[in-house]
T-cell receptor, first 112, second 113 residues
Framework: KQEVTQIPAALSVPEGENLVLNCSFT??????LQWFRQDPGKGLTSLLL?????REQTSGRLNASLDKSSGRSTLYIAASQPGDSATYLC???????????FGPGTRLSVLP | KAGVTQTPRYLIKTRGQQVTLSCSPI?????VSWYQQTPGQGLQFLFE???????NKGNFPGRFSGRQFSNSRSEMNVSTLELGDSALYLC????????????FGEGSWLTVV
């Protein structure tokens, strides 16, 4: 059974810092991995999708990497801004194309 | 284009009642999945539908059920509500079950009193 963990659970940084969020999964037989952002009381917004054959994806100030063999993914946020404050979740889908399994999320606060 | 639409956004029910939540996927998307989000358990998968067929079901009791219509709209139903069913229920859509990016709605907040 796939299990996804995220470290740290919460993070508070001053504006302008570069930061890294970590995601680990127990079963490396994944189809893809997706990073989401969730604002309080809202739904999830997809940030980056990495297919199992890819090593990384970039979108603006965001960069996500994937190391299937070690069961890890990282989300790198460059030059953080207060508007980046949210909960970030990673989710993996297995090779059978079944449902996503979500991590518990990292709650990020970027202080002005 | 319009995103995933969920109705109602907020509702309060009494223990023992039942509730029906609705989800309209993005136009052209035929796969709809449902998730329950609570502070203690996080996001948990409920079920997934594609072309009116349930493809996969999470580990929830039979009180939780769903269906999908020919226009891809989906509903989920929870019968005999319990206090522990209080949660944010999220619907997500994608083009197909193996489709890449999934798009979430804003969710339906259910409070059981």
């Amino acid at each position: 059974k796939q299990e996804v963990t995220q470290i740290p659970a919460a993070l508070s940084v001053p504006e302008g810092e570069n930061l890294v969020l970590n995601c680990s999964f127990t079963d490396s037989a994944i189809y893809n991995l997706q990073w989401f952002r969730q604002d309080p009381g809202k739904g999830l917004t997809s940030l980056l999708l990495i297919q199992s054959s890819q090593r990384e994806q970039t979108s603006g100030r965001l960069n996500a990497s994937l190391d299937k063999s070690s069961g890890r993914s990282t989300l790198y946020i460059a030059a953080s801004q207060p508007g980046d404050s949210a909960t970030y979740l990673c989710a993996v889908k297995d090779n059978y194309g079944q449902n996503f399994v979500f991590g518990p999320g990292t709650r990020l606060s970027v202080l002005p | 284009k319009a995103g995933v639409t969920q109705t109602p956004r907020y509702l309060i029910k009494t223990r023992g009642q039942q509730v029906t939540l609705s989800c309209s996927p993005i136009s052209g998307h035929r796969s709809v999945s449902w998730y329950q989000q609570t502070p203690g358990q996080g996001l948990q998968f409920l079920f997934e539908y594609f072309s009116e067929t349930q493809r996969n079901k999470g580990n929830f009791p039979g009180r939780f059920s769903g269906r999908q219509f020919s226009n891809s709209r989906s509903e989920m139903n929870v019968s005999t509500l319990e206090l522990g069913d209080s949660a944010l229920y999220l619907c997500a859509s994608s083009r197909d079950p193996r489709g890449n990016t999934i798009y979430f709605g804003e969710g339906s907040w259910l409070t059981v009193v």
